[in-house]
């Protein structure tokens, strides 16, 4: 089974500019999470989705968002970017479901490097 | 948001020792899982543990659960030059449909 996979894997954009970035889960995992990871600041939960739907959202600000696709497929996108949102982006994959806690376990992709000039 | 106390923040230690790092709650976990992460990589699913008590091996690591259920260790023995990385823990409450991670733990290995 091929892994979390994430476009592009590397990013430079400028102040001002939207960015689109692109997460495609495990296949037949249905909760796609996204994280935001700078240095020295861990890893901070942005959102959960699963079928479709935000299910869980973190302490961003609303130029974050995101949506999920019917094949499960995730974006997320961020407005007017700013010099702070420079930052390694990471999607992980749940599988979810009747299977007892394992399926619960999260399987990361390579990540996003944003870079905002 | 909420995030485990994990320790040590970084370990400095010569090729060949063990290595010991821990996770602990304020609240129960049924689930604790341990990553691996290389530097501008995403984290890797090293040991995934389900149940209290639980003791699981994954080559020179293991890693298990605590009864209190508030706690988790992870033990390196023998450390070689590739496991130099972070260490993330992280956990689920009962209920919870979101993981919680701790802040990592920064392996350097002199050789």
């Known amino acids: 089974k091929a892994g979390v996979t994430q476009t592009p894997r590397y990013l430079i954009k400028t102040r001002g500019q939207q960015v689109t970035l692109s997460c495609s889960p495990i296949?037949?995992?249905?909760?796609v999470s996204w994280y935001q990871q700078t240095p020295g600041q861990g890893l901070q939960f942005l959102f959960e989705?699963?079928?479709?739907?935000?299910?869980n959202k973190g302490n961003f600000p609303g130029r974050f968002s995101g949506r999920q696709f019917s094949n499960s497929r995730s974006e997320m996108n961020v407005s007017t970017l700013e010099l702070g949102d420079s930052a390694l982006y990471l999607c992980?994959?749940?599988?979810?479901?009747?299977?007892?806690?394992?399926?619960?376990?999260?399987?990361f992709g390579p990540g996003t490097r944003l870079t905002v000039l | 948001g909420q995030q485990l106390n994990q320790s040590p923040q970084s370990m400095f230690i010569q090729e060949g020792e063990d290595v010991s790092m821990n996770c602990t709650s304020s609240?129960?976990?049924?689930?604790w899982l341990w990553y691996k992460q290389d530097p501008g990589e995403g984290p890797v699913l090293l040991i995934a543990?389900?149940?209290?008590?639980e003791l699981t091996s994954n080559g020179r690591l293991t890693a298990q659960f605590g009864t209190t259920r508030k706690d988790s260790f992870l033990n390196i023995s023998a450390s070689i030059p590739s496991d130099v990385g972070i260490y993330f823990c992280?956990?689920?409450?009962?209920?919870?449909?979101?993981?919680?991670f701790g802040q990592g733990t920064r392996l350097t290995i002199n050789p």
């Open positions: 296949s037949g995992h249905r909760s």
């Open positions: 992280a956990g689920r409450s009962q209920g919870a449909q979101k993981l919680v």
């Open positions: 609240s129960i976990f049924n689930t």
């Open positions: 992980a994959s749940t599988a979810e479901g009747s299977g007892g806690p394992s399926t619960d376990t999260q399987y």
């Open positions: 543990l389900y149940k209290a008590g």
């Open positions: 989705y699963f079928s479709e739907t935000q299910r």
